[in-house]
């Protein structure tokens, strides 16, 4: 087969493995209603969590995770042994930047899912899910900054967009200051870069309820709230 085709294959299968709407998939199986007609509208994990409880929600963002995972772990790996049709002046080798690619493509199926109209998640799950098999350091930083974000304000919102801030931040971070030899730092850093702004540009809306001071907030998940109810 023709590289160029097989990549435009795996690419293809890429955004359509992390186009699957789960929650709007559950929510109809399950409760009889779109989860988008509910809450904040949004299909991701949070409103899932909101709308659906604890359980589905978990199984919402499991998914959406898995997602990622699957682009670079399986779909990827399609290419395997061909040349990539292009000159390759990175230092990864070809199936390293094919990963790279097929991860993108799945976070830009989630957030563009073509089975919900295009408008589709904010595409922090499915980027979590991409990152584990490309930058696993880097997931393990931006998850805590989740958490203790969270924890602090109640606002998942938050949480996301500060991650995706954090996630090339992180690894400029490592490299230029802890002297972290990365391999293929010089590519991969603006590849994160890229997937932040796409993330962020997908959380605008909450960026700006923000703002404005009316962002939904989880009063629950806040530590202070915990510890008054003990």
Request: positive net charge.
């Amino acid at each position: 087969m023709d590289p160029i085709l097989r990549l435009v294959i795996v690419s293809v299968l890429s955004f359509l493995a992390g186009s699957l709407p789960t929650a709007v998939i559950i929510s109809r199986r399950f409760f009889g209603f779109d989860i988008r007609e509910k809450g904040s509208g949004n299909m991701g994990s949070t409103n899932a969590f909101r709308v659906l409880g604890v359980k589905w929600g978990l199984t919402v963002q499991i998914v959406d995770i898995l997602k990622g995972v699957l682009a670079v772990t399986v779909i990827a790996y399609l290419f395997h042994g061909v040349q990539i049709p292009f000159p390759n002046y990175t230092p990864f080798q070809d199936m390293t930047l094919v990963r790279v690619i097929c991860g993108i493509a799945a976070v830009m199926g989630h957030i563009w899912s073509p089975w919900v109209g295009g408008k589709g998640g904010k595409g922090i799950n499915t980027a979590a899910g991409m990152l584990l098999g490309v930058a696993p350091v880097e997931v393990a930083v931006i998850f805590s900054i989740f958490l203790i974000t969270v924890a602090l304000s109640g606002y998942i919102s938050l949480g996301s967009i500060l991650a995706a801030v954090a996630l090339p931040t992180t690894m400029a971070v490592r490299y230029n200051i802890f002297h972290v030899n990365i391999e293929g730092y010089h590519t991969i850093v603006f590849f994160l870069i890229g997937l932040s702004l796409i993330v962020l540009y997908a959380h605008r809306q909450n960026i700006q309820r923000l703002v404005d001071g009316n962002e939904n907030k989880f009063e629950n998940l806040r530590l202070a709230n915990i510890f008054k109810k003990k």
